[in-house]
């Protein structure tokens, strides 16, 4: 599959997803970014906002199984993961996939599940596999989760470790719409669900090939060095009380080679990196007390360290 390929494949996702999610391009492109990357994504707002809209169509634009799990305090690891359940007839254990056994899984509030729980969607995620009674069973390919937690509302939860956030290749918001956008949004839905309008645009298996193509985006090694010094100065920020790990270089360099063929080119440039290191970096890092009393955010930080790393001059 050709860059240029990739480019139209990715034009027609978020064209279709855009049916069902209005005034959002920049969150739609980032979804698919983080798609095309082989990532999952974190989505943190209020509710209401359009998370399960966005995943569904999704997973609806590329032809996959959907899957929603709500996550709560007395949700166990074999909920999610599935289990073994004894047939009288065959006078043996049979195992039942659970939900996390499809393409595109939406964990709605994350952080309201206990550490055991998330501690197996870590596996699924990192592994792409679940282990049950000690057998691990492969899950589907493309495998896409999709997260949500409530910033607002901690009451009851489990706050996710650092480990486990690092384990997301972008943390993305959706926000309230404005005021035009709303009555889009009302207008849209008068008479029925714009979910029901978004078809599948592509085929797994085309989804699986566009996601091999990403990876032969070409990086030169100039640009690999500024994904690092990028990472290093988070490192070194007198904000953070914790920088950015290895992980967070190799996942921007991932991300830059995505956004390159969304948009129909076959080698990373330095801006693509600056677009992507927000929400690559961005829910990687601990701020320390004061930077958070101002409220300030990783994000925000990220920003202002793009303007003190020094851009290579050229590419090539």
């Known amino acids: 599959m050709t860059i240029q390929d990739v480019a139209s494949l990715a034009q027609q996702i978020q064209t279709e997803v855009e049916k069902a999610i209005v005034g959002k391009s920049h969150t739609v492109e980032t979804s698919v970014c983080t798609l095309l990357c082989e990532g999952h994504l974190l989505i943190e707002d209020v509710p209401g906002v359009g998370k399960t809209t966005l995943a569904k169509a999704l997973a609806k634009a590329i032809g996959g199984e959907f899957r929603r799990i709500q996550f709560t305090p007395d949700l166990l690891p074999s909920d999610i ?48 596999q679940v282990s049950t009674d000690g057998v691990s069973r492969a899950l589907p390919d493309p495998f896409f989760v999709l997260a949500t937690q409530n910033n607002i509302e901690m009451t009851g939860t489990f706050p996710l470790p650092e480990a486990q956030l690092d384990r997301f290749f972008a943390r993305v918001q959706l926000g309230y719409p404005d005021r035009k956008e709303e009555s889009e949004v009302l207008g849209r839905q008068r008479t029925e ?120 001059a050229t590419v090539g």
């Open 81 to 128: 993961t599935g289990s073994s359940i004894y047939d009288q007839g065959k006078r043996e254990f049979e195992f039942r996939p659970g939900p996390l056994f499809a393409n595109v899984v939406l964990v709605d509030e994350v952080n309201r599940a206990t550490p055991k729980t998330q501690s197996a969607l870590l596996e699924a995620m990192e592994e792409q």
């Open 193 to 312: 669900n714009p979910i029901e309008s978004v078809k599948a645009v592509i085929s797994l298996g085309e989804l699986v090939d566009a996601q091999q193509a990403v990876r032969n985006v070409f990086v030169h090694e100039s640009v690999r060095e500024y994904c690092v010094d990028i990472v290093r100065a988070t490192r070194e920020s007198g904000q953070l009380q914790l920088g950015s790990s290895p992980r967070g270089s190799l996942y921007l360099m991932h991300a830059a080679q995505g956004l390159a063929a969304m948009k129909g080119q076959d080698f990373v440039k330095p801006d693509h990196v600056k677009e992507c290191a927000p929400f690559v970096l961005g829910h990687r890092l601990i701020l320390r007390g004061e930077a958070r009393s101002r409220g300030t955010s990783g994000d925000e930080v990220v920003r202002h360290l793009l303007t003190t790393v020094a851009v290579p």
